[in-house]
């Protein structure tokens, strides 16, 4: 067959490549569905995990400063043979602080069991994990008297806090206000009159003492 004259489109020829591109085009492989494939998800933020032991120290000191305590970190007790972490003091009044940030509830328990052989009447433990905080209180529960678990606390930082200012209003002198002390106005000075007065009286004051140890002695 002649070959077709310049300017005329061979049909055979553009049938072929048209075939042999849709050929291509089959062994390629498809391109996947966007809308089928699953976006990634995002991880879920965690929970807020509790205070670590060390801001919750700092907060219970700066509480107790404020309120008339006194502290010591990780003080010794049964001779040596233990320590508490916080123990607070205020007068007769003395509490001792046990906190849990991330031990074990086992181990938390027997840092609370020692707290009572010690002779504190006022044990508080804190821990802002909720489970934790529960199993605690189970074991204490097997583990403790009722006499021993009601010297014990199991509570919040944020319910520590309000418990130390209950202690130390009920600690506070009857009639003494809670607010800052007044200022003392200071007395007018004696005249020199008043001065020999109270000068006679404290020697009478001596003399009649002394007249009376005298005559107890004879």
């Known amino acids: 067959m002649p070959p077709p004259a ?19 085009a089959e062994d390629r492989e498809p ?24 801001a919750i120290r700092h907060a219970l000191i700066q509480t107790a400063g404020g309120l008339g305590f006194s502290y010591q970190v990780e003080q010794p007790v049964l001779d040596g043979a233990g320590r508490v972490d916080l123990v607070l003091t205020r007068g007769p009044l003395v509490v001792a602080v046990e906190i849990s940030a991330t031990t074990p509830a086992e181990h ?19 821990c802002d994990a909720t489970t934790r905080r529960r199993r605690i209180e189970e074991l204490l529960a097997a583990q403790a008297t009722p006499e021993e678990r009601a010297r014990i606390r199991c509570l919040t930082l944020r319910q520590t806090l309000e418990h130390l200012r209950e202690l130390a209003e009920a600690d506070r ?25 109270l000068a006679a009286q404290m020697l009478a004051r001596i003399a009649a003492r002394q007249r009376r140890a005298k005559g107890e002695s004879a």
Not at 8 to 21: E, L, M, S
Not at 31 to 54: L, N, Q, R
Not at 113 to 119: D, I, Q, S, T
């Open 6 to 24: 310049p300017g005329r489109v061979d049909p055979f020829a553009k049938r072929t490549t048209a075939t042999t591109g849709a050929a291509k």
């Open 173 to 197: 002198p009857a009639g003494a206000s809670s607010g800052p002390p007044e200022k003392s106005v200071p007395a007018p000075p004696l005249t020199f009159a008043e001065q020999e007065t």
């Open 108 to 126: 938390e328990v027997g840092n609370l069991l020692k707290c009572l052989p010690a002779g504190f009447t006022h044990i508080l433990h804190v």
């Open 31 to 54: 391109p996947g569905d966007a809308t089928t494939s699953a976006p990634a998800t995002a991880a879920e933020p965690e929970p807020a995990s509790p205070p670590k032991a060390e």
